[in-house]
């Protein structure tokens, strides 16, 4: 039962009873006292009776006396025969009074009836009501539930959105058009029914859509691609056609559907054929966007990160005719969108924002407006009215690694074992022109579970990955297990994760990227397999099981490879991998230049362009 039906029967169980008191206060009598007929004789015998009152009852003869005695004490008589009692008591020569008989109740008799009868009736009448507004709301299950906002409620601008130029310059033609659509109607233009914004997520995808409804100021329905689809048959594509019914009426208007590839992925592919749910619900979104009907004015929207499982038909001209990629900001973008996000928060002398931009390279506008929420929580937390730089700092390693476990109890072999492995990533690091520099390397245990970390400081923004970048990181992830073998002739498990990630950055180079000589330049992933993209679950292999093995084969070689060559290295390097492991068992924390300063000798790189010199700073 809902709130309202609770409702309404609490409010007919308390009419109920303040009626029944009513009845029972106007029928109330006066208990009895045990007074009885005997002792009052006795006491008019004895003279004890100063005043008596006969009180008839409406049914006579019967009544009652009420007796006054002479030490001031007041009884109560009930009697059969009122008439005889008091003929008594004036033979005894007391004063004696009687009250005219009571007559009847008009409220009772009356009004209490009829009073009833429409309570009852309010009653039923409300029931019958709430029974309707119930079926009422199982009729408007298929209504939409798109959240509409005003042009005029709606105060996010373009202006809002930093480090997506591009973006927004394609996306000014969308605002020119619902501003003044005769401009473009005038020359045989047709602006773009549908535009699918696609990008990783926290690019700012679902803001930059606001910001075009906010700068046209005109109605925008924004609703998620989830709130389409029910256990219902037929719910979905209900919705969608009411949804759009409703943005007729508003039109010029917006419509935006958030995380679309919950409703529009590919057809055929699920487990419920042609008649599942959310089949439907594409197809009446496919007729609605282009179809017979005519949507002048509606401008469809959609944000996706998974515009690979999209169904075909919704990617065409006519439904989505222009397609968007919300990419990551650059150093440039990233320096915006911080001052954006610095606006409302005290920044001490010492906070560089462009600094902050270089060193977060690949920080979507979610991971940046995150980074300075942390510092000013840490600033919070330390008692400061403002951000310093500090703080930046610690959440930049709080919101790129985890928290960190200082109250941690390890033990001396454990910090040995974890100060090697560190200092075998950070030489790598620092000695390969394509990965680093270090930023920070330490052994104190963070949230993800790791016993320590090495974190490099990328100085560029780059578009691509070259074969020899690739290479260096698997050197890299597998200088901490190198380390580990050369120091203690031993191994532990607290490499799995860099062997994890070496071995997927070798198969992608074969299988994916055609970096391999043997394999050759053919694209053998299977990534396409997975069923929970949208394919089918009977889907073959596109290559042969000879092939597997010398893909396996190949993966192998490489992760062999640089393995032998990391080695090299850090051995080469022996002499800085006990420094910085001793220096780390000692400050457990060491940042770029205490680690750079171990290096007492310079290390000549090749010569190519963009390659980092690896000489102490």
């Keep these: 039962m809902n709130k309202s039906g609770k409702s309404i029967y609490l409010y007919f169980v308390i009419i109920i009873c303040l009626l029944l008191f009513t009845v029972w206060?106007?029928?109330?009598?006066?208990?009895?006292?045990?007074?009885?007929?005997?002792?009052?004789?006795?006491?008019?015998?004895?003279?004890?009776?100063a005043v008596v009152t006969v009180c008839p009852n409406?049914?006579?003869?019967?009544?009652?006396?009420?007796?006054?005695?002479?030490?001031?004490?007041?009884?109560?008589?009930y009697?059969?025969?009122?008439?005889?009692?008091?003929?008594?008591?004036r033979e005894h020569g007391i004063d004696c009074s009687v009250e005219s008989v009571p007559e009847e109740s008009w409220f009772l008799n009356s009004v209490l009836p009829i009073l009833i009868v429409v309570v009852v009736c309010v009653f039923f009448f409300v029931m019958m009501n709430s029974q309707n507004s119930g079926g009422g709301k199982m009729m408007n299950f298929g209504k939409s539930r798109a959240r509409l906002l005003m042009g005029g409620e709606n105060k996010i601008t373009l202006e809002e959105v930093a480090g997506l130029k591009e973006e927004k310059e394609e996306l000014q033609e969308i605002v020119e058009f619902l501003k003044e659509p005769g401009k473009f109607t005038k020359v045989g233009a047709r602006i773009p029914k549908g535009v699918l914004l696609e990008g990783a997520p926290g690019t700012g995808k679902t803001l930059l859509a606001k910001a075009i409804a906010g700068e046209a100021n005109v109605p925008f329905f924004s609703i998620s691609?989830?709130?389409?689809?029910?256990?219902?048959?037929g719910v979905g594509a209900s919705r969608v056609r009411d949804m759009f019914a409703e943005a007729k009426r508003h039109a010029p208007c917006i419509i935006f559907i958030d995380e679309i590839d919950a409703v529009a992925r590919r057809r055929g592919t699920g487990m419920g054929g042609g008649h599942d749910e959310r089949e439907q619900t594409l197809n009446q979104l496919l007729v609605e966007m282009d179809g017979f009907g005519v949507n002048e004015g509606i401008i469809v929207m959609a944000a996706t990160n998974r515009v690979d499982i999209l169904d075909p038909a919704i990617l065409r001209p006519g439904r989505f005719d222009r397609k968007i990629t919300v990419v990551s900001p650059d150093v440039r973008g990233r320096e915006d969108i911080l001052k954006v996000h610095a606006k409302n928060k005290p920044l001490g002398d010492d906070v560089d924002l462009q600094q902050i931009a270089q060193t977060t390279a690949g920080f979507t506008g979610a991971d940046l407006e995150n980074l300075l929420n942390e510092a000013a929580i840490n600033a919070a937390m330390d008692k400061r009215a403002f951000v310093r730089q500090d703080d930046i700092?610690?959440?930049?390693?709080?919101?790129g690694i985890g928290a960190e476990k200082k109250s941690r109890i390890i033990s001396e072999k454990e910090k040995k074992i974890t100060a090697y492995h560190e200092a075998g990533h950070a030489i790598l690091f620092h000695v390969l022109p394509d990965v680093g520099p270090v930023y920070t390397v330490s052994i104190i245990p963070t949230g993800l579970g790791?016993?320590?970390?090495?974190?490099?400081?990328?100085?560029?923004?780059?578009?691509?990955?070259?074969?020899?970048?690739?290479?260096?990181?698997?050197?890299v992830s597998l200088g901490g297990r190198i380390a580990e073998e050369i120091i203690f002739d031993d191994?532990?498990?607290?490499?799995?994760?860099?062997i994890k990630k070496a071995t997927k950055v070798a198969r992608r180079m074969v299988t994916r990227y055609g970096m391999s000589d043997n394999i050759g330049v053919i694209n053998y992933d299977d990534d396409d397999d997975e069923v929970f993209i949208g394919r089918d679950l009977a889907h073959a292999k596109n290559h042969s099981e000879l092939v597997s093995g010398e893909i396996d084969r190949e993966v192998k070689t490489i992760i062999d490879d640089c393995y032998q060559k990391a080695k090299a290295i850090i051995m080469e390097h022996e002499d800085v991998l006990h420094k910085c492991a001793n220096l780390l068992l000692e400050k457990e924390k060491i940042n770029r230049a205490e680690f750079e300063s171990l290096f007492d000798t310079y290390y000549p790189q090749p010569e190519e362009p963009g390659a980092r010199v690896g000489e102490t700073e």
């Design 25 to 49: 206060v106007g029928t109330l009598r006066v208990p009895s006292n045990g007074y009885t007929r005997g002792e009052f004789e006795r006491q008019m015998e004895d003279g004890e009776v």
């Design 58 to 77: 409406k049914d006579t003869p019967t009544g009652s006396l009420e007796v006054i005695l002479k030490n001031g004490e007041e009884r109560v008589l």
């Design 79 to 89: 009697v059969t025969d009122v008439t005889q009692m008091e003929s008594i008591v």
């Design 225 to 233: 691609g989830s709130d389409f689809v029910e256990m219902f048959v």
């Design 393 to 399: 700092k610690k959440a930049f390693i709080k919101v």
């Design 450 to 475: 790791a016993a320590g970390y090495t974190m490099p400081l990328p100085e560029k923004d780059e578009m691509f990955l070259t074969k020899g970048k690739m290479i260096e990181d698997i050197m």
């Design 491 to 498: 191994i532990t498990t607290g490499a799995s994760s860099d």
